[in-house]
Every structure is written in C-alpha cells, then in structure tokens.
C-alpha cells in the first residue's frame, strides 16, 4: 500500500502531521472515501496546526483498529490497517510505502461473488490536485473502442 504525503501548503519547515505520525507509530490507515465522507475528508486535509485532532475536526469518529494502534475513520466503509516499510523523499513529497495487514469491509459491500460492490462504495479519487466520483465500471477486453 502507498500514499504520498507533500509539505504544509504553507511552507513551514515541520511535515505534516501525517507524515510524523506513520514515522513515529511505523503504521498507518488508509480509508476509502466514499462521495458522502468527501467534505469530512477536505476537512481533515487542511493544515491544522500541529497535534490537532482531524478525527474532530471533520466530525468523524475514531474506530480502533484490530492489528495496529493507531484508529480508522469509523464511518468509512473500507479502511486498510498498514505498517510502514518504508519512506521515499521525492522531490518535496513522500512515498509512503507499507504492508497491508487488515482490511475492514462494511458488511453491505459483500457481493454473492465474494467481490466488494463498487457502485455502493461510491469511491472517490484524486487526479492531479482534483477529485473524480467513480461512475463508469466495465470489464476488459473492451469490444469496441470508440
């Protein structure tokens, strides 16, 4: 599992809290974000000063994990409980690199296949700087490319 982590927006010398807290713990969580958990998740991005808990801030409440210490977002529907294995500096941001050792999946989410429900996880990405709402799910080969 990776995340990258760039510098306060403003320019201060210390990471972000982010980055701090997976160096001193060695773990971390990764939380799907769902369309309805967007403003909560904009929220907790912003650059509260040091020590602030994002978790109240954003209105969000910490669930414990199972096999790490550090809490997930208890209203996302998946979350992956990671130890880190390492930290890349790239240019002014860090490749955070870990290993998956739970993944928590809301029960609802369970298809009769065994695969997760994509259109009811209503995930949410980011590209460049900009989010996108999956809307379009397939299967590949595509027949027809136009």
Excluded: Q, W
């Excluded at 060695?26 to 909560?40: C, P």
Aim: a negative charge.
């Amino acid at each position: 599992m990776c995340v990258s982590v760039g510098e306060r927006p403003s320019g201060e010398p210390f990471p972000k809290d982010t980055l701090r807290n997976v160096e001193e713990t060695g773990e971390f969580v990764v939380n799907v974000v769902s369309l309805a958990l967007s403003n909560a998740m904009h929220e907790s991005s912003k650059a509260h000063p040091p020590r602030t808990d994002e978790f109240e801030a954003a209105g969000l409440t910490a669930a414990p994990c199972e096999a790490v210490e550090v809490p997930r977002v208890g209203e996302a529907a998946v979350s992956m409980e990671c130890t880190l294995d390492r930290v890349l500096p790239i240019g002014t941001d860090n490749l955070v690199l870990g290993r998956m050792v739970r993944f928590h999946i809301r029960d609802d989410l369970y298809e009769d296949t065994g695969r997760i429900d994509v259109a009811g996880l209503d995930p949410l990405g980011r590209l460049a700087g900009n989010y996108t709402k999956v809307e379009t799910i397939f299967d590949l080969p595509l027949e027809d490319l136009r």
